[in-house]
């Protein structure tokens, strides 16, 4: 028979794939202690789409206290989904200012003065901003934190519920507006469009001490990791998915529209059998008007003429809007007990069980293993079938320690476990070498932020 | 025969001559030989049954193959007197001699046996170095294919351990040995330094002797006694695995398989495998304490184990189909040297230890006993046991945590690879020089004796040595160049060696008690004037030396003794043993006050006249004479115009405080005469030359100044007034 080649990634290159995106930031240490109730966070990407579709971002916020974390997911393009990942998190935090700070941050940019930085970025070196369009974002949010300081009163804090869904709507339409209004720069006009037609779905945690605050519109999802007194680990789900699945979000879309849409509206377990969540920021095919669209297509640069998604009116397109970016709000408090807070796109989600990804996470972070320890008991066992359980637990363990990162360790455990929940390097390396065009079809692009608490702050407070 | 006296109870006995506390195969050894030596009046106490300890789970394998020849003596004593042991009690002892096969992997452990090969011969123990394919003609199961040799040793046997055991236990109660199970010993009571009494949770019992057989509870043992007794153990869990029958059952006179590069052992058991090993990371257990229970419901750790079932199938790959019967998990303590502990402790006359068997229990078992039971009887066992002594330790290594991390380094090495001058990574930087910062910084590197860091020798700035592991070779070590030079500059310049931790003594007295005491335990001549220093060894009844060390007479009535460092708990407590009850005496141990700077070389006197303005020439200052004088800025100083190597030169004993700025001054004048540090490694390559003996290594209890050329350093005519 003829010789069989089989093409294997080494170990090395099957890190140096999964280590690209990794990214880690350690909260800062005063006199060798953290005050903060975060200790840091990991995060990860690993791209299916050509390129990757998902986005990310972690930021301290500099005027008021907390950490924003994001996990953006994009769908018809990136575009939608890099936009969010650089705008959202600003209107976030003017949303949060109070009365005054808002006032002198307008004074400094009125006179011309330095404007103190509202945001510290943590980025990893891929995730880029655009120098283009910094001005156009810039002064729509300028123009956001005027509204708000005509709507605001001195003296008076700002709720963060209700700020986060304030700046998820406010960013939305914002991006609706640039797309109709265009700009005279035809890159840019082009670039609006393609943001506003793409679609993405945003998973936000707000972390202020003790209060955590999660912000979702889509299917992405955010499960905090809760340390058992027994030491094990279990999911607590602070996210509501925004999909089929969700029956509660079903009847809210189906209410929004005529009873003779009731067929039609969600089908196939799809949004006008079409889209997958049934939350999104972009995706202006679901939220504008056909007439808007026509008059925005026609009017738009030569580019978008030859794109066909942007052309395509959906089905059954009665009322818009169909889509809305509202995000739906959860708050919790902290407590001793809850060691990490994941984030992830629906790609992680879809392979690893919401209870083994916490258990995988638990284990990486506190270096302990709940793996059960072997007992022959009274079976029969073989000295080669025991060394290959214990070589096979082994490994399991050391693939803990290949990674520095919780993110890659989670990813790594996500594309390639086998049957019994064991990283296996062969599946690992076959997945991994999947050409492009096929990786899309066995999964979806992963992304994964990992926020660790500080149990003795929390605990202290 | 019955002795076990536990149900009914007995009652104990009020008085006893010997008290043996732990019924193991090491305490009936003890309670044999003892017995056979026709010592009466011996009970032996167990807290639980006899041999429940870590004898009743062991591997129950006896070899010689042991690093010191005194080890490998014991072990071959043992083998013989398990052989007998069923003739002589009719009990069935489980003993087969099978032989065993040491496999080398590579070069370097194929040098290794060979070498344990010459020493075993010098003891009249049969042993061949072997091919690999020998080696498969010998046991079928081996795979041979990544061996390039092995010894195979025809003598060594395997026994069952509970058997030899109990068979120790019923001969020696035939001699009279009265047994007591289930008698926990509460305390050991001591009067003026002699054991007096021992306390059990079923009465007390008077006694003059006591030993500490209590393996891994022979350390909280030694806590509780009224004198408290340092025994320097720890425990670290041993696994070892046991299959089923093979379905062609293994011969039960098959060679015992000794892989160390693979990290484990293998014996044939009831038609199948027992097979264990020591592990690179050991567990050790029972840091704080333990009780009696906890020994019999250790935890089996298949993970753990995983390492040596691997090697295993690596080494018998026939046994893949073979089915497991159980992961034994047997404790065992180790000690910090991995040498076992035996005989007097310094503190407490009568009170004997013999524990710490480094998982060799078994094989030692029967030759300490008798070493022990000869020591009891005579004084002295009749071989030079001092590697095992006690005495080597002392209450510095009887740290909990010293001790934990110690033996985790230990256990490994029982099958690394011996090289010469390894020294132990763990328990470090626990006594120090004041300098020792000073000398590290000019790249110093450092080797641990009794505790004290010594410089070995200093890494030239810019010169890279190679990682430790590669230095540690058979051959020509990478410091080879280094210490030369060292050794040079010590013949043609001068050099500072850092000596602080010798050993060192005051002893005084009000009238001559001092000199009476010295002159009848050295053999040398004491009786010289004021600041003269005289080297002199401590000799035995026998005329073998305890302790080698130079005295300095610094007044009529006080006298300054330098040992060797290791000799700091024997040395005392040999003269601590033979010093007169007299107030007006007084013994003290000065070592930690004075720093020890030697300065070797012909230039030693030019830089020291500098320092002091005092003419340092042979004719002003002679050779053996101590002078107190200011270096420096610092008076008091004493100088000594001796090396301790032969080489000219000049020991400074400087009062710790000064020491740094002495060092300063001495390093300073010293540049333009090309001073520079020195190590241990060139001090031992310029004693060699002028055969200045090491205590411990080439002399011993068993040498007598004559068989090593000294006798010009014995004074046979000398009064003798400590008769009057």
């Given amino acids: 028979s003829p010789a069989r080649h089989t093409y294997y990634l080494t170990p090395p290159q099957v890190n140096s794939i999964l280590k690209a995106n990794e990214y880690n930031f350690k909260v800062p240490e005063f006199d060798g202690k953290n005050l903060s109730s975060i200790m840091g966070f990991d995060s990860n990407q690993l791209p299916a789409n050509a390129p990757i579709e998902d986005r990310r971002s972690a930021a301290t916020c500099l005027q008021t206290r907390g950490m924003l974390y994001g996990v953006f997911d994009g769908h018809a393009g990136c575009a939608c989904a890099q936009a969010l990942s650089e705008r959202l998190f600003y209107y976030i935090a003017v ?36 120098k283009e369009a910094s001005q156009l974002y810039f002064s729509s949010l300028r123009t956001y934190w005027q509204e708000l300081l005509d709507l605001s009163v001195p003296g008076e804090q700002p709720d963060v519920a209700e700020a986060l869904v304030s700046a998820f709507k406010r960013l939305d339409n914002d991006m609706s507006l640039e797309a109709q209004v265009g700009d005279p720069n035809a890159f840019l006009h082009y670039w609006m469009l393609r943001v506003a037609f793409s679609g993405a779905t945003a998973c936000v945690a707000h972390i202020d001490g003790n209060e955590l605050h999660i912000a979702n519109t889509g299917d992405g999802r955010a499960i905090l990791g809760v340390q058992e007194p027994d030491g094990s680990f279990s999911a607590l789900t602070l996210s509501n998915d925004h999909n089929a699945q969700n029956e509660s979000e079903v009847q809210r879309v189906r209410s929004e529209h005529p009873l003779s849409e009731a067929k039609t509206v969600v089908k196939q377990d799809r949004l006008l059998g079409l889209l997958m969540p049934f939350r999104a920021f972009g995706d202006v095919k679901f939220k504008w008007s056909i007439e808007l669209q026509r008059r925005v297509l026609e009017s738009g640069p030569d580019q978008l003429h030859e794109n066909e998604h942007a052309k395509f009116i959906p089905p059954n397109y009665h009322t818009p ?74 490994a399991r363990i050391s693939s803990t320690f290949e990674d520095q990162n919780a993110a890659t360790h989670l990813i790594r455990h996500a594309v390639g476990s086998n049957e019994f929940g064991l990283v296996d390097h062969e599946r690992l390396s076959k997945t991994l070498s999947l050409p492009e065009e096929l990786a899309r079809m066995y999964r979806d692009d992963i992304t994964i932020i990992i926020v660790q608490f500080n149990p003795h702050v929390i605990g202290g407070q | 025969v019955r002795f076990f006296s536990s149900d009914p109870p007995t009652a104990l006995p009020t008085h006893a001559r010997v008290i043996i506390c732990g019924g193991g195969v090491v305490g009936t050894s003890v309670a044999y030989h003892l017995s056979r030596l026709g010592w009466r009046e011996i009970v032996l106490l167990e807290q639980g049954r ?155 019992i008077e006694c003059e ?39 062609e059952p293994t011969r039960a006179d098959s060679p015992v398989v ?52 691997s090697a295993l199938l690596r080494r018998m790959p026939g046994l893949e189909a073979c089915e497991i019967q159980q992961l034994v998990n047997c404790p065992e303590s180790f000690t910090p040297d991995m040498r076992c502990l035996m005989g007097e402790t310094p503190g407490i006359y009568g009170y004997f230890v013999l524990a710490g068997m480094n998982s060799s229990g078994i094989s030692f078992a029967g030759g300490a006993g008798k070493y022990l039971a000869e020591w009891m009887t005579y004084g002295y066992p009749s071989a030079n046991v001092w590697p095992l002594d006690i005495k080597r330790f002392g209450n510095l290594q009887s740290s909990r945590t010293f001790l934990r991390h110690r033996v985790m380094e230990v256990m490994p090495l029982l099958y690394g690879l011996k090289v010469p001058r390894w020294d132990f ?76 931790s010798f050993t060192k003594f005051e002893l005084t ?68 043993k033979h010093m007169p009850n007299d107030p007006q005496l007084h013994l003290e141990d000065v070592s930690w006050k004075y720093t020890a700077l030697n300065l070797i070389g012909p230039r030693a006197m030019d830089v020291l006249s500098e320092l002091s303005y005092v003419s340092m020439t042979p004719e002003h200052f002679p050779s053996l ?14 100088v000594m115009s001796m090396t301790h190597t032969g080489e000219p030169g000049f020991m400074l004993y400087i009062p710790i405080e000064y020491a740094l700025h002495v060092y300063n001054e001495v390093m300073s004048v010293g540049q333009k005469y090309g001073i520079r540090n020195a190590g241990y490694y060139a001090l031992r390559s310029l004693r060699i030359e002028k055969f200045f003996a090491f205590w411990g290594q080439d002399l011993d209890s068993f040498t007598t100044p004559l068989e090593c050329g000294r006798e010009f350093r014995v004074k046979f005519d000398k009064v003798s007034f400590w008769h009057s």
């Fill in chain 1, 95 to 130: 949303s949060l200012l109070p009365h005054e700070t808002l006032t002198e941050l307008e004074n400094a940019v009125e006179n011309g003065r330095p404007v103190h930085p509202i945001l510290q970025w943590h980025k990893h070196p891929n995730d880029y901003f655009s």
């Fill in chain 1, 321 to 394: 809007p169909y889509l809305t970016a509202a995000p739906e709000v959860t708050r919790h408090r902290l407590r001793p007990q809850d060691r990490f807070l994941v984030l992830g796109s629906d790609g992680l989600w879809e392979t690893l069980h919401r209870q083994e990804v916490v258990r995988i996470v638990g284990e990486h972070l506190t270096g302990v293993h709940q793996q059960q320890p072997v007992s022959v008991g009274g079976f029969k066992v073989t000295l080669g079938q025991m060394q290959g359980l214990l070589q096979e637990r082994k």
């Fill in chain 2, 50 to 204: 006899l041999g429940a300890g870590t004898t009743r789970f062991c591997a129950g394998i006896v070899s010689v193959a042991k690093p010191l020849s005194i080890e490998s003596k014991m072990a071959d004593y043992s083998n013989a007197l398990y052989e007998r042991l069923e003739e002589e009690t009719g009990i069935k002892t489980g003993f087969v001699r099978t032989g065993s096969l040491c496999l080398a992997q590579n070069q370097d452990r194929f040098l290794s046996l060979k070498r344990l090969a010459s020493r075993l011969k010098v003891l009249g123990v049969s042993c061949d170095v072997i091919k690999p394919r020998d080696v498969s003609q010998l046991h079928p199961l081996v795979n041979i294919h990544d061996l390039v040799g092995a010894l195979h040793l025809p003598g060594d046997s395997v026994v069952s351990p509970p058997d030899v055991n109990h068979a120790l236990a019923v001969a020696a109660a035939a001699h009279g040995v009265q047994i007591f199970e289930h008698t926990s010993v509460n305390q050991v009571l001591v009067k003026n330094g002699h054991v007096t009494a021992v306390e059990t949770d079923r009465g007390s």
């Fill in chain 2, 209 to 247: 002797y006591f030993v500490n057989c209590a393996g891994q509870w022979a350390y909280e043992l030694g806590q509780s006694s009224e004198v408290k007794v340092s025994v320097p153990l720890h425990g670290c869990e041993h696994f070892y695995l046991l299959t089923k029958p093979l379905p």
């Fill in chain 2, 258 to 309: 000794i892989d160390m590069d693979g990290r484990i052992y293998a014996r044939s058991w009831n038609g199948g495998i027992l097979s264990g090993g020591f592990e690179k990371n050991p567990k050790p257990i029972f840091t704080e304490g333990r009780n009696q229970l906890e020994i019999q419901n250790m935890q089996e750790d298949w993970d753990h184990f995983e390492p040596m079932l």
């Fill in chain 2, 425 to 500: 990574q763990t328990g470090r930087q626990l006594r120090t020089s004041p300098l020792y910062d000073r000398l590290d910084t000019q790249g110093a590197r450092w080797m641990e004796k009794h505790g004290f860091e010594r410089a070995k020798y200093f890494v030239p700035a810019g010169k890279d040595l190679l990682a430790l592991d590669q230095s540690k070779t058979f051959y020509k070590p990478d410091w080879f160049d280094i210490v030369g030079a060292e050794v040079k500059c010590c013949k043609e310049a001068v050099c500072v060696i850092d000596m602080s």
């Fill in chain 2, 509 to 576: 007295s009000a009238g001559d008690q001092a000199l009476v005491l010295l002159q009848r335990l050295c053999a040398n001549d004491l009786d010289v004037p004021v600041g003269h220093i005289v080297h002199t060894g401590m000799l035995n009844e026998r005329g073998g030396y305890e302790n080698d060390c130079s005295v300095v007479r610094l007044s009529k009535n006080s006298f300054f003794i330098i040992s060797p460092t290791d000799q700091q708990v024997h040395c005392w407590s040999w003269i601590k």
């Fill in chain 2, 625 to 638: 004479f101590c002078k107190e004088m200011s270096v420096g800025y610092a008076n008091g100083i004493r």
